[in-house]
């Protein structure tokens, strides 16, 4: 069984994913160090020489490819679900768990976790926030077709796995 967590940057989609592994027993995938691990470099570093149309081809292609183990809970980055047919995939190919939370409580977490993400790296506070109220409103239409969802908001491993009891 495939877990997928997705869900906009900074929403705790690893934090979880590690926790809920534990709990489990299954592995712990964090696609972004999947494709760190495949290209040998950061995703800033991969950014900068390639471009976000190389990144999104090669997010897919491992999302797709990637071998995974039997049981496994996969954090995705946060612009996965939202290209190609990635979320029809992930949805084909296990169970997708939408991690919410609201814009504010969004910019308060990337505040802390900017430098190592380049869409957002240089912007500043109130850059922040508009990019994350116009890109979470596109992209709330991927996520909301995720089979599960789940109030990123002082979300446990607990309520996780309640949600995960009625598929799994
Ligand atoms: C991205 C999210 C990042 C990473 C890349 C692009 C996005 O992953 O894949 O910087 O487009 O939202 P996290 O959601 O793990 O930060």
Redesign the pocket.
Known sequence: MKIFLIG???CG??TLGKKLAAKLGYDFIDL?HVLENEVGSN?GEFFAANGEDAFRKLESKLLKEHNYPANCIV?T???APCYFDNMDWMNENGITMYVELPPVALARRLEKGKEK???IKDMDHEQLIDFIESKLAERDLFYKRAFLSIDGINVTPDKALAELSQVI
Do not use: E, Q, T, W
Request: a positive charge; zero cysteines.
């Open positions: 906009f940057m900074g989609k690893s972004d995703i954090a980055g946060g612009g993400r380049p869409l």
